[in-house]
């Protein structure tokens, strides 16, 4: 019972649906129509207007070639180079009035060319006798590297020896600056009760005063030492 207002509505709308449709395609179909109608309209016209059309004669001499004159000022400088005679003479031939004879390169010029093809184009055993002698050069390269390193390797272990040996002078420098610093440090702590920054001008001082103290008793140490050779001489040549 209650389906049937449904079926209705569907019914509504799809009848809607087919009415848009087609007033669609008839609104389309009219279109089309006023178009085609308005193009039968125009052509007419066009046609009549191209029937009419009578265009103005080109007062160009085509059947003789334009050959310019050297000796006219209005013709410009590069058709009166030799390279554009020969453009003629390759176009219009004999009809071009230019002098086959003119277009040969000079011996110079010949000389020239003949030099930049032996440049860029060199013959076969020219290429091969370079390539020969690149590859020659290559070898002579190779064993000279080859020779600097069995050089250097036959240098290697005395390289690393000194290599060891500059370590441990390094290291026993590097104790005995630590020895020495702890020594002054100790030096320091005892002459003024605390410890000293190594840094400061205190210490700086100090260190300064000690080296002056070494220096006079190596130079007095020196003088002994040379008195007392200077006197085991003397006595020997009392004897």
Known sequence: MTSAPCDKNVTLEVTGLSSNMAASLLSRRTALMLGVSKLNSFLPAVVQQIANYNP????LNIKKPYIPSKESEKTPEWQKTDKYERRLFGRYGSVSGVDPAKLWPSPARLEELLAEEREWHPPIEVMLDNIAAREREKQQKRMEREKIIAANMAKMPKMIADWKKQKRETKQKQREEK?????LLAEARERFGYALDPRSAKF???????EKEEKKKRKLL????????QG????????
Do not use: C, F, H
């Open 56 to 59: 103005r004669p080109l007062w």
């Open 232 to 239: 085991t001489g003397t006595a020997e040549s009392s004897q």
């Open 222 to 229: 020196k003088r002994r030492k040379r008195e007392e050779e």
């Open 204 to 210: 700086k001082e100090m260190v300064t005063e000690i």
């Open 179 to 183: 020895v020495k610093r702890d020594k």
